[in-house]
């Protein structure tokens, strides 16, 4: 029987990407970032819904796996910037895609929201019209 190699910790490829970029608030920094660099608070105001603590994390695992850089200024008070690394910068490709497709997703939440009402009125008429008869 063949030794298996444990040496990498994903199963596949995607996995790993996912491992960097998933969650709920990763990839809307890294969308935020690739505007240029920014200030924790100016973040905080684009991430809506995103708690400080969650944002402060968040980016503190972006900085770990080398996607973004993390900046301080020694004054008073004391100023932090987030800005893409050059391997950060790679994931913009897939970010705009990651746009794109959401864009076209909504669009048919719509058509199905808008249709829905439409069915419903028209049912809602129908009944109408069968009960009055």
């Known amino acids: 029987m063949k030794a298996r190699d444990y040496t990498c910790r994903y199963g596949c490829s995607v996995e790993a ?10 990839g809307v920094i ?7 660099t920014k200030r924790f608070n100016e973040l905080q105001r684009l991430v809506k819904g ?8 968040q980016l503190r695992e972006l900085e770990r796996d080398g996607v973004v850089n993390r900046t301080v200024y020694l004054q008073v008070p004391p100023k932090v910037e987030y800005s893409l690394t050059e391997f ?5 490709p897939i ?3 990651m746009r794109e497709w ?9 058509q ?5 009402v439409n069915t419903s009125s028209c049912d809602r ?6 009960t009055n008869q």
């Open 88 to 92: 950060g910068q790679s994931l913009e």
């Open 102 to 110: 959401g864009d076209r997703y909504i669009d048919l939440l719509t």
């Open 30 to 36: 890294l969308f935020h970032l690739l505007d240029g």
């Open 125 to 130: 008429d129908r009944s109408l019209t069968i």
């Open 17 to 26: 990407t996912l491992d960097v970029i998933g969650g709920r608030w990763k």
């Open 95 to 97: 970010l705009l895609l």
């Open 112 to 116: 199905e929201q808008v249709s829905s």
């Open 50 to 57: 995103c708690t400080q603590r969650m944002l402060t994390l």
